[in-house]
């Protein structure tokens, strides 16, 4: 089966790291860009980034540019999104998403939910 | 950065037709993905290149984009079209999304 399975729901405090991963299956997974998307509570859809796992090749929103890192792993087929010192206002649901060679997102992972709070 | 903007919410009763637009300067020359994503689930996507439609989506989805206006279109709506709909293109290296639109069924 064609999937992308993400990490489980974190809960963290201000200040601390976090990593949340993005494994994909069922495909190839060094063919395809992997993106990352935030949702904040009751919000709307925002495009983060995306990274080429066959060669590293990331892109990143100028919003999200320094504030997170997106890297791969493709010998496990995994993506990955980090902060270095999350802030209250990472709290959000974080999706990762494949991306087609026309630029949109075929397929779409369950989300992780990540809360920051003191 | 481009912008793309979109109604905050449309009202449609069951079986007519939904118009859901998403502006943005000379949108037409892009091309524009819709999503739908219900409460508590991931976007899934219901067009891509501005009309077309991924395999499992009905023939009621459909989309088009001229100018400075896409739309998407929904026929004979139904009670389980109600989501959130966004739009989405992508610009100088980057994805670009739309605010969403809560589509409501009556």
């Known amino acids: 089966e064609v999937q992308l399975v993400q990490s489980g729901a974190e809960v963290k405090k201000p200040g601390e790291s976090l990593k949340i991963s993005c494994k994909g299956s069922g495909y190839s997974f060094t063919s395809y860009w992997i993106g990352w998307v935030r949702q904040m509570p009751g919000k709307g859809l925002e495009w983060m980034g995306i990274?080429?796992?066959?060669?590293?090749?990331?892109r990143y929103s100028p919003s999200f540019q320094g504030q997170v890192t997106i890297s791969a792993d493709k010998s496990i087929s995994t993506a990955y999104l980090q902060w270095s010192s999350l802030k209250a206002s990472d709290t959000a649901m974080y999706y990762c998403a494949r991306q087609n060679k026309l630029r949109y997102f075929d397929l779409w992972g369950r989300g992780t939910l990540v809360t920051v709070s003191s | 950065s481009y912008v793309l903007t979109q109604p905050p919410s449309v009202s449609v009763a069951p079986g007519k037709t939904a118009r859901i637009t998403c502006g943005g300067n000379?949108?037409?020359?892009?091309?524009v993905h819709w999503y739908q994503q219900k409460p508590g689930q991931a976007p899934v996507l219901v067009i891509y290149?501005?009309?077309d439609r991924p395999s499992g989506i009905p023939e009621r989805f459909s989309g088009s984009n001229s100018g400075n206006t896409a739309t998407l279109t929904i026929s004979r709506v139904e009670a389980g079209d109600e989501a959130d709909y966004y739009c989405q293109v992508w610009d100088s290296s980057s994805g670009v999304f739309g605010g969403g639109t809560k589509l409501t069924v009556l």
């Open positions: 990274i080429y796992p066959g060669d590293s090749d990331t």
């Open positions: 000379n949108i037409g020359s892009k091309s």
């Open positions: 290149y501005d009309s």
